[in-house]
């Protein structure tokens, strides 16, 4: 049905908030319904977001993780699709309101805009030590990452040159083992020979974690496996550590009552997260009740309390309905299954059927390290080593959005397994320009002036 059928009809009009893979699955999975959808997001782009470590350390590009929302449901004939930031919900009114001044009514609200990093409180530590959520962090983090090499190859001062050729990644989580990894694997093998006056495998690249291992969530024996696969790869593993200080050149630790400050020119942050505005906002108009972090504690299908037609999706959900009383985890499965969840009950709920409450199905968890090496817990099995890499490749590769996206994976991923070699080293300025009276195809008279960041 096209969408001008569907507005001659009058039939419900789902509004979903958010891109990303609860958004999306949503969206897909009312392709066919009786319904007029609307997804909106504040980029037109869909980002795989577990591959962004590896746009990070040059081994992808930003597109080959990304693809256009409006390729994606190009066949979703009752599907609108809107750039815009909404800022502000009616629930009385039952209408949404865009950074634009633009208004959208809804029968039904779906919100799906994840989560941002958390620095506990210590908000100035954002531009010392980026974290990895969006396209922008990437290559923000790929930037600072290059450029400390070829800060240290221009560098006769030695302890200088060791603080460029240090690198700090806090948070011993899948994201900071992952980013480790690629660190270790980029600095002892893709660089060793493309420098003159440094010898790249002398960098030391530092995981600092709170906790008593790394990968927490994991069985015992995984982390214990993932932690020695990262001194194989030459990483050092911190743990029981805490971050106190962040400045310029100085990172400060504290291990029990011992402090420690480790000079560094590059801190990448994978600790912690906290909630899109978007879930301040939902509690300022419905009243529900908010998680440390600010995300939204739901019902158990999903919805606000006391507002059957919102719904809280992704990382943006507390979800603490599955027995245990802990919340789900915020991961790419969660989102994706509650995103079909919810489209499945806002189909039944339209046919006049019962729904059952959410519960989601965890068919394991994956985590790479470096090279054929990751750990895998699938619950009724565990493993790790190159069968657990290979698991990891496939199960990625799969869940890519396009065909194109998977073919050119895959061929990047081959060819780096196969020379060690990363084509996506480029160091982007954001604030370069070419001014009027250049040529347009030069670099003759660029100057540094603060504009919007440019991505590659």
Not at 109 to 129: M, N, Q, R
Not at 260 to 289: D, P, R
Not at 365 to 370: K, N, P, R, Y
Not at 424 to 450: E, V
Request: aromatic share 8%.
């Amino acid at each position: 049905m096209s969408l001008e059928a569907v507005k001659e009809k009058q039939v419900p009009h789902v509004v979903i908030v958010g891109g990303g893979f609860g958004g999306l699955y949503a969206a897909q999975a009312l392709r066919k319904a009786e319904v007029k959808v609307t997804l909106i997001d504040r980029r037109n782009f869909h980002l795989f977001q577990p591959l962004l470590y590896q746009v990070a350390t040059g081994s992808l590009s930003p597109a080959d993780i990304s693809s256009p929302l409006r390729a994606i449901l190009n066949h979703s004939k009752n599907t609108q699709i809107l750039l815009g930031e909404v800022k502000d919900i009616d629930t009385e009114e039952q209408k949404i309101f865009l950074a634009t001044g633009d208004e959208i009514a809804y029968d039904y609200l779906i919100v799906a805009t994840g989560v941002s990093h958390h620095y506990f409180g210590k908000d100035e530590w954002a531009t010392k030590a980026p974290g990895l959520k969006t396209v922008e962090d990437a290559i923000e983090m790929r930037r600072k990452i290059f450029l400390a090499f070829e800060a240290a190859e221009k560098e006769n001062d030695p302890e200088k040159r060791r603080a460029w050729l240090n690198f700090v990644v806090v948070g011993g989580g899948p994201t900071g083992v992952e980013l480790a990894g690629a660190l270790a694997e980029l600095a002892h093998y893709t660089l060793k020979n493309d420098f003159a006056s440094i010898d790249t495998t002398e960098a030391q690249i530092l995981l600092i974690e709170g906790v008593d291992r790394v990968l927490p969530p994991y069985p015992q024996d995984l982390s214990e496996k993932a932690k020695k696969s990262l001194e194989e790869l030459g990483v050092t593993v911190k743990t029981r550590t805490m971050v106190t200080n962040i400045e310029d050149g100085i990172v400060t630790v504290k291990c029990e009552d011992k402090e420690e400050k480790i000079e560094t020119k590059t801190v990448l942050w994978a600790a912690g997260v906290k909630a899109s505005a978007m879930g301040q906002a939902i509690a300022k108009a419905t009243g529900s009740e908010l998680d440390r972090v600010g995300r939204v504690v739901v019902e158990p299908d999903l919805s606000v309390k006391g507002f059957a037609n919102i719904f809280v999706i992704g990382d943006l959900a507390n979800f603490a309905h599955q027995g245990d009383g802990k919340p789900i985890p915020g991961v790419a499965p969660v989102a994706m299954q509650e995103g079909q969840y919810v489209a499945q009950l806002i189909k039944k709920k339209l046919a006049g059927k019962s729904v059952e409450p959410f519960r989601y199905v965890d068919y394991g968890s994956l985590a790479v390290i470096g090279r054929h090496a990751a750990v895998v817990d699938l619950g009724f099995v565990k493993f790790s080593g190159f069968l657990a890499w290979l698991a990891w490749v496939f199960v990625h590769i799969y869940y890519l959005i396009e065909f194109d996206n998977k073919l050119v994976v895959m061929i990047q991923w081959g060819w780096n397994y196969f020379t060690r070699k990363r084509g996506a080293r480029l160091i982007t300025n954001p604030y370069l320009r070419t001014t009027p009276a250049g040529d347009g195809n030069s670099l003759n008279g660029m100057q540094a002036q603060k504009k919007e960041p440019v991505e590659v």
